[in-house]
């Protein structure tokens, strides 16, 4: 009968080999075991890295890793909390990468042993915390000695559910049902602004600022991928305060014409001065898509009671407000116009750029300071009258005094009565101005001092 021997198995690149009697080579023995036999035993001495997670579903991922130099790995998870208790070398371990079907070590689960490089698991919570070790081991004879020194852990949450699979969470997605369109961005973010137009630029003129008022807000929808899908606007025209039949349009800066698939809802029947693109656009303009909004605002609001204007004498009856609704067609029913597509960094609230065709002459554009005209402009307009225009430093419809002709205010706001100041309505508009905006920032809010409301018409 063979005699028993004793051997202690230490972490050690070296051979151990012991005859007749315990031998320690490091400090912390890793186990005690009984052989008859001399054994030999190398550890793993590169362990697992580059942890990557591929999510498949909310509640399915595959884990991907670089391997070490062992003989194979063993896949551990955890729910919650990070891993505590290491396999134990010679123990025999189920792995099932269904998570929680597998053996537990301490509060983790096996979910993979052997010698690949990734697992899918199934069978995770979503929107939970996962912890995960990789650890490398060495096979001698049928018994797995697990390295405890170099090893990979990491964590991942997995996704929260989304339900028509267009990679954003049914939580953060306004259109949980529909693959095609995810997110909405509304300007203003609440109610109204409002654009007011003083039509006799390059002029002065009484600088009333009420020749045209047009409240607006307009909404921008895209799909998972950040690219547009589609874009409402609503404007509602609420006074006329000039002689001049002005047409009102918007440019979206730098988005071309043919990234639209189409547009609906504009009133320009009539219109000679100009012409279309068949998906409604202006016709000619290369670098920016133009949408004419309506021809004449008077075609929507009539005078009334003999008198001239609309809506800007407090004695003249209230003809209230007209109402036009655009809607923008990007990718229609999940195909791309011509052109491409357009990033939700592109039309930004920064791409709207409103403006007034003055009298209907198309090469006569008011837009609001510092927003470039159309290719259509007449740019001998610059530089005249009281324009201080500086194209080449990126300078427009400003006075010398930095004056605008155009405003876009966040919020709906009064306006002035006709052939009054503006300046002697809203008492710290001209510091605002003249400061390049830096001064009185909130100038048009209603809050003492800043208006004087016997000047204004307030409905």
């Known amino acids: 009968m063979k005699n028993q021997r004793i051997i202690q198995i230490f972490r050690n690149s070296l051979t151990i080999f012991i005859i007749g009697f315990a031998f320690q080579v490091y400090s912390q023995p890793i186990f005690t075991d009984n052989v008859t036999d001399s054994v030999s035993i190398t550890y793993p001495t590169v362990g697992a890295s580059n942890p990557n997670f591929v999510y498949l579903s ?5 884990f991907k890793w670089t391997s070490g130099n062992g003989t194979g790995r063993i896949v551990l998870a955890s729910l919650d909390s990070t ?16 998570y929680g079907s597998g053996s537990s070590i301490g509060s983790a689960k096996v979910l993979y042993s052997g010698n690949a490089d990734s697992v899918t698991v199934t069978n995770l919570n979503s929107n939970a915390k996962y912890y995960f070790w990789v650890i490398e081991y060495t096979t001698v004879s049928t018994y797995n000695y697990f390295d405890t020194q170099y090893f990979l852990k990491t964590a991942t949450y997995t996704s929260l559910p989304d339900l028509d699979g267009d990679n954003v969470p049914d939580i953060d997605d306004v259109f949980p049902s529909d693959p095609l369109r995810a997110f909405v961005t509304t300007y203003p973010a609440v109610g109204f602004g409002t654009l007011l137009f003083e039509d006799l630029w390059p002029g002065i003129g009484d600088y009333d600022f009420n020749d045209l008022v047009v409240d607006y807000n307009y909404s921008v929808v895209s799909n998972g991928d950040n690219n ?29 014409s043919d990234k639209i698939t189409t547009v609906t809802g504009t009133k320009t029947t009539g219109v000679t001065w100009t012409t279309f693109n068949a998906n409604g656009t202006e016709f000619d303009q290369p670098n920016h898509a133009n949408i004419i909004v309506f021809k004449d605002a008077y075609d929507l609001l009539p005078t009334s009671g003999g008198y001239w204007f609309v809506n800007v004498d407090p004695n003249a009856p209230d003809v209230g407000t007209d109402t036009t609704k655009i809607h923008l067609t990007f990718i229609d029913n999940g195909t ?9 960094a592109i039309m930004d609230a920064a791409a709207f750029n409103p403006y007034i065709i003055v009298n209907q002459q198309r090469g006569k554009e008011i837009h ?27 300078r427009y419809y400003k006075s010398y005094n930095n004056l605008p002709w155009a405003l876009d205010i966040n ?17 710290n508009f001209s510091i605002w101005a003249q400061s390049n905006g830096l001064t ?14 016997s000047k204004l018409i307030i409905r």
């Open 336 to 344: 791309a116009p011509s052109g491409g597509t357009v990033s939700t």
């Open 368 to 394: 609001l300071a510092n927003k470039i005209p159309s290719d259509k402009a007449n740019l001998g307009f610059f530089g005249t009258v009281n324009d201080n225009s500086i194209p080449g430093i990126g």
């Open 440 to 453: 009185n920032p909130d100038w048009y809010i209603d809050m003492p001092g800043n208006r004087n409301t």
């Open 83 to 98: 891993i505590n208790v290491w396999p134990a070398d010679k123990a025999t371990y189920t792995a099932n990468s269904s």
């Open 58 to 62: 909310p509640t399915s991922l595959t």
């Open 411 to 427: 919020t709906s706001i009064p306006y002035t009565k006709e052939k009054v100041d503006f300046l002697q309505a809203y008492l």
């Open 228 to 256: 547009v899908v589609e874009a409402d606007y609503t404007f509602v025209t609420r006074a006329i305060g000039g002689d001049l039949h002005n047409a009102f349009a918007f440019q979206l800066d730098g988005v071309q």
